[in-house]
C-alpha cells in the first residue's frame, strides 16, 4: 500500500488495520514519499504492517527492479496517487492493482484532460479504482475512455472517517488543559494544518480580532509542517503575542494563551480542547487545490471551519456544510467574524457538537469495505 504523505497515512490506517484482520498470512509493505508521512506511518501504521519504506522514484529501471525485488500480489495506492512507470512494472509483473479512498479534483482532472490518452493508459493499470463520491467516479471514467472498462469504477465513501479518534472525556480534557498550561475555562482557538505565512498572518489578525471582544480566548497553532514552528512563534510575536512551542511549555510558567504545536501526531487530540477551530490549507495560497483533514476536530464535536480553497476535501466539506457543522469563511475578517458568532453561542456549539458526532457515525464502516475488496483481489493472484 502506498500513501503520500501524513494526510494520506491516517486514511490508510484504518484500512491497513482492516487488511490485517482479513489478509492474516499476508506480509504488507507500507510505502510512502515524504518525511512527515514516514514519521505518522511509523506512528501509527506499524502495527499493521511488516514494512515501511519509501516510494522508489518513478523511472523504468527503478520500477522494474522494485517490481522485482518485492513481487508483491496486490499494490494498493491512496487518494490520487498514480505513478505510471511503477503501476505499469507491477502489472507486467502480475500483481492486481486498486486504488482506495480515490479522488479526482477538478484541477488534476482538467490537468489529466490536457494529456489526452495518456491518462487513459494510466488507468487501464489500475484494476479496481473504488472512489470516495460520485463526483470522483464521473471524473475518472471520463479520464478513462475507451481505454477503461466503467465496471472497474465504484464508489466505497472516505476512510478518514474511520479514524480512531476517541472523543475525550471531561476529566481527559481537563487534563490535557492543565498539560497544555491553559488558563482555566478560557476559550481556546486551534488554527490546525496552517501552510504559508499569509494564511498564519489571517489566522493571527482574526485572532487579535476576537481577542478585543473576548480577552481571555487563546489560540494554538499547529503549521502541517513542524520545521516552521519557529516562523510561526516569530509572526505571532511580531503581532504582539508571546507564544510558546508545545515542546517548550515544562519550561514556561503557567497560564500559556498562545502555543505553536511542533509535534507529530498530536493535533487529533489537542482539537479535543477546542471551543471551535480553523483547518489551513484553506487560505490562499494553497497546495494540491487546498484544504486538511476537517474531520479530526469534528471527531470531538467542535465546530469547524475553513477558507474557500477546499479543492482536496470537497466531500468532507460539502458533508460538513450540509450538517451545519462545518462554515467556510472567506478570509481572516470573516474568520473572525464566524469566531465571535460562535463565542457568543454556547447554545449553538452544544448542537454543533451533537450534529458533528452524528455525522461521523453515520459515515464509519468505509475501510471495511475497501479492506474487502483488495483482499478479494489479493487473494486472485497466485
Known amino acids: 500500500m502506498h500513501a503520500v504523505s501524513a494526510g494520506e497515512v491516517v486514511a490508510a490506517v484504518p484500512i491497513l488495520k482492516e487488511l490485517r484482520v482479513r489478509l492474516p498470512d499476508f506480509r504488507i509493505l507500507f510505502s510512502v514519499i515524504t518525511p512527515a508521512g514516514h514519521e505518522m506511518?511509523?506512528?501509527?501504521?506499524?502495527?499493521?504492517?511488516?514494512?515501511?519504506?519509501?516510494?522508489?522514484?518513478?523511472?523504468?529501471?527503478?520500477?522494474?527492479?522494485?517490481?522485482?525485488?518485492?513481487?508483491?500480489?496486490?499494490f494498493v495506492s491512496l487518494e490520487s496517487e498514480l505513478w505510471p512507470n511503477v503501476l505499469h512494472a507491477l502489472?507486467?509483473?502480475?500483481?492486481?492493482?486498486?486504488?482506495?479512498?480515490?479522488?479526482?479534483?477538478?484541477?488534476?482532472?482538467?490537468?489529466?484532460?490536457?494529456?489526452?490518452?495518456?491518462?487513459?493508459?494510466?488507468l487501464s493499470h489500475v484494476d479496481r479504482l473504488l472512489m470516495q463520491s460520485e463526483g470522483d467516479a464521473e471524473r475518472v471514467r471520463a479520464l478513462g475512455g475507451g481505454h477503461l472498462d466503467p465496471r472497474r469504477v465504484a464508489v466505497?465513501?472516505?476512510?478518514?472517517?474511520?479514524?480512531?479518534?476517541?472523543?475525550?472525556?471531561?476529566?481527559?480534557?481537563?487534563?490535557?488543559?492543565t498539560e497544555l498550561k491553559l488558563p482555566e475555562a478560557a476559550p481556546v482557538f486551534v488554527a490546525g494544518s496552517t501552510r504559508s505565512p499569509e494564511e498564519e498572518a489571517q489566522v493571527l489578525e482574526a485572532y487579535n480580532r476576537m481577542r478585543a471582544r473576548f480577552p481571555d480566548l487563546c489560540l494554538i497553532m499547529a503549521p502541517r509542517h513542524i520545521q516552521r514552528a519557529e516562523e510561526v512563534v516569530a509572526a505571532a510575536r511580531a503581532t504582539g503575542l508571546a507564544p510558546v512551542r508545545r515542546t517548550h511549555l515544562a519550561e514556561a510558567g503557567a497560564p500559556v494563551r498562545?502555543?505553536?504545536?511542533?509535534?507529530?501526531?498530536?493535533?487529533?487530540?489537542?482539537?479535543?480542547?477546542?471551543?471551535?477551530?480553523?483547518?489551513?490549507?484553506?487560505?490562499?495560497?494553497?497546495?494540491?487545490?487546498?484544504?486538511?483533514?476537517?474531520?479530526?476536530?469534528?471527531?470531538?464535536?467542535?465546530?469547524?471551519?475553513?477558507?474557500?480553497?477546499?479543492?482536496?476535501?470537497?466531500?468532507?466539506?460539502?458533508?460538513?456544510?450540509?450538517?451545519?457543522?462545518?462554515?467556510?469563511?472567506?478570509?481572516?475578517?470573516?474568520?473572525?467574524?464566524?469566531?465571535?458568532?460562535?463565542?457568543?453561542?454556547?447554545?449553538?456549539?452544544?448542537?454543533?457538537?451533537?450534529?458533528?458526532?452524528?455525522?461521523?457515525?453515520?459515515?464509519?464502516?468505509?475501510?471495511?469495505?475497501?479492506?474487502?475488496?483488495?483482499?478479494?483481489?489479493?487473494?486472485?493472484?497466485?
Open 41 to 74: 506511518a511509523a506512528q501509527q501504521a506499524a502495527p499493521f504492517v511488516d514494512a515501511i519504506f519509501y516510494f522508489p522514484f518513478d523511472l523504468p529501471w527503478v520500477a522494474r527492479r522494485v517490481a522485482r525485488t518485492i513481487r508483491p500480489q496486490a
Open 258 to 382: 498562545q502555543i505553536v504545536l511542533d509535534t507529530i501526531g498530536e493535533l487529533a487530540k489537542v482539537y479535543a480542547v477546542a471551543t471551535f477551530a480553523f483547518v489551513g490549507n484553506s487560505f490562499p495560497p494553497v497546495v494540491k487545490g487546498g484544504g486538511q483533514n476537517i474531520l479530526q476536530p469534528l471527531a470531538h464535536g467542535k465546530p469547524v471551519l475553513f477558507g474557500p480553497r477546499t479543492a482536496t476535501i470537497r466531500s468532507e466539506a460539502a458533508l460538513a456544510i450540509e450538517a451545519g457543522v462545518g462554515f467556510r469563511v472567506e478570509d481572516g475578517k470573516a474568520l473572525a467574524a464566524e469566531g465571535i458568532r460562535l463565542l457568543e453561542n454556547p447554545a449553538e456549539r452544544q448542537a454543533i457538537e451533537a450534529r458533528a458526532l452524528a455525522l461521523m457515525a453515520a459515515n464509519r464502516g468505509v475501510s471495511a469495505r475497501y479492506a474487502e475488496a483488495v483482499a478479494e483481489l489479493a487473494q486472485t493472484v497466485p
Open 156 to 177: 466505497l465513501g472516505n476512510s478518514k472517517f474511520d479514524q480512531e479518534i476517541t472523543p475525550l472525556s471531561a476529566a481527559e480534557i481537563q487534563a490535557l488543559r
Open 91 to 122: 502489472k507486467q509483473q502480475g500483481a492486481a492493482t486498486v486504488m482506495v479512498n480515490g479522488r479526482i479534483s477538478e484541477r488534476n482532472f482538467r490537468r489529466a484532460r490536457r494529456m489526452g490518452s495518456l491518462a487513459g493508459w494510466v
